[in-house]
């Protein structure tokens, strides 16, 4: 029997060991309270916190109200409301942030206001909506997602960060992570799609871009992960609309994202519009105070979207405006974006005692410290020599010429005669270029260009005829986004049938028909524009049809009649020069889809990460006569395949792989082992199997696959998706080249969000693909005992 001091400190470190969150590791139905591991952070440090701590006590509490107070001043990006007069409110102590200011002197002159003027020196942060590029338009979110490549997409983050900064910019309300899975929303574009892995390390690229190695380095700036959280879910796909999500959804699809851009660093996070399962996302204790705050212990600000406070009062959990600030406030909203309640009455919610001021200090100091991690007290001001030096320098524009080629999705690419029509030969000697987006600069830039402009655009037209020479090109546009006259088409089919073949660019409108507000209840092309399409194509002469979207279109016709259909969303300031370079094959496609793309409307919400059902109908087509009885009593339309039009990760080549079955370094792994290590930070990262495959260009041309790896798990306390992606790889490979690939998979590849939704490993029988999409591929199994 040990001595009775070493059996007391024994059983306390028992007791310690069972009191810490998560150090149990149960993967019985019975709940270990684990929700996963803190987000890491670089905002707290002692000295800071002194700082802040000394700071809170000088404050009236005018002025710590002040702090949680943001305007927008300048070119609107919302319904405008607030007050006016900033000047004088931000000489006052009255105000914490502005955003949407014009340039680097304007920037500069509030930030003097706030610096020489007020009482306490308390510099602005200065925010916009820097989503991607500020001068220099990089594709759309959608679209930099479509690469699969995280490195791309930081490089752009990072250039959009050294040009917002160099404008006095210190603050961009990006990333966008919210999951998307109906493609009528129109902020579909603005977000990574609709999968939680890929969505993640896309999150993670973005803050690495923006917030650079140092956050007080001058051309870094704070990034803001919006928008918490559901906000994609919205019903029916119309924007702002309720959303309905379980707990268990919540934390295994919604909330990835948001933990891994917090996990990188992000600065801030922004509350969404939606109401999420009976509470709006702008006051919801559970999201933003349980989750955000007690969970992920988040330290840094959490701004409103804009006006969604006031809007408390429309979504009828507040009958004035007082409620809603107090609502929002207790519920862990920091700052007031342009709803202007938290300035009228947040002092005097802590003079009637509804708010303490140790909760104004909370807020107050999750503010300061973004504002001492910039080193904004420190260096105020932006030097104004910067702001032209930066954009559009060869270095920037080839990056977003990369990032453009590297977002195309090869849709369909049939055989002319003896090759595929693309990429395009010789024989192509004139091209017919028609169409709404064959020559539009300002669409290029797509929605929230910041400050793009069209003159810095080149167009597929221009670009066309500087390779082709303008004698090969006849343009005709062939029709308008919403209308066409006849004589505006015969033109077309006149360009067409004079010419050796047809290039049309056609798709959405970006600034109407895409983005916030911008949600569709039709996907097809707008306008007269398909009939442009099947008149063209009529004339006999191979068609191309480069597609400008930010979302999936149902384009039933083209895909079965067109033989070339190359996705191009909304690809930035370079998009002539890199369409022109891809279609004609000097840059091979590699980007693919990161949403499904569905057949018809009626499919949605369509994404490729579902559950089975108890009666899955598998890959039957009951579309075809002579339906069995078998086959009749399944999950499935009557009238509509299941499957999408194309999977999740989907993407044709100029060349063709093929997989070898995939192959698995253990086909056991223990419960138990996987889920402590889930738990423990030191293990984060640690390999438990490698799972490795064959992959070979049998093509003419060299190419970059993206090669995903999906895990599905059956036996769980919860249904799982039928597939999950878990990793994914770029391989670069010559014509008959193979190079074996290989995945090491960390406990996290395994993990999901249990019965009780707890953090957990469960025994289950796990089945792994190696594959070029999400729907292709045979499995191996992997048995993850108890
Ligand atoms: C949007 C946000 C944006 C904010 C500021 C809102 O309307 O929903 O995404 O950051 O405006 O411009």
Redesign the pocket.
Known sequence: MPPRSLRLSLILCLLTFLALPGARCQTSTESAGFHGLPVRSNLVSPAVEKKIDALLKEMTVEEKVGQLVQY?VGAP??PETGPGGYEEMVQKGQVGSL??LRGVQDANFYQRVAMEKSRLRIPLINGL?VIHGYRTEFPVPLALASTWDPQIVEKAARIAAQEASAAGVRWT?SP?VDIARDARWGRMMEGAGEDPYLGSAIARAYVRGYQGANLSAPDSIAACV??FVGYGAAEAGRDYNTTEISEHTLREVYLPPFYAALDEGSASL?SA?NTLNGVPTSANPFTLTQILRKEWRFPGVVDS??TSIAELQAHGIANDGETAAWRAFTAGVDMD?ESNLYHEHLVNLVKKGKVSEAQIDDAVRHVLRVKFALGLFEHPYTDESRENRGPLTKGNLDVAREAAERSFVLLRNEPQGSARILPLSDQFRTVALIGPLADDPQEMLGAWGAHGQAADVVTLRTALTQRLGAERVKYAKGADFRTATDEQINAAVEAARSADGAILALGEEAGSMTG?AGSRAHLDLPGRQEDLLEKVTATGKPVVVVLFSGRPLTLKWAFTHVPGVLEAWFPGVQAGPALVRTLYGDSVPSGRLVVSWPDSIGQIPDYYNSLNTGRPAGNVDLTRPGTTIQEKYVSRYVDEPNAPQFPFGYGLSYTQFQYSAPQLSTTKLNAQELCTALRDRAADGKTVVTVTANVTNSGKVAAEEVVQLYVGSRGTSVEEPVRALKAFQHVLLAPGETKRVTFALTPEAFALWDINNDRTVEPSQARIWVSPDSRSGQPVELEITE
Do not use: I, L, P, V
Request: hydrophobic share 40%.
């Open positions: 927008s990006t919302g955003y949407n909506d309300f966008m919006k928008h922004m519009f979207d804009w974006m916030e």
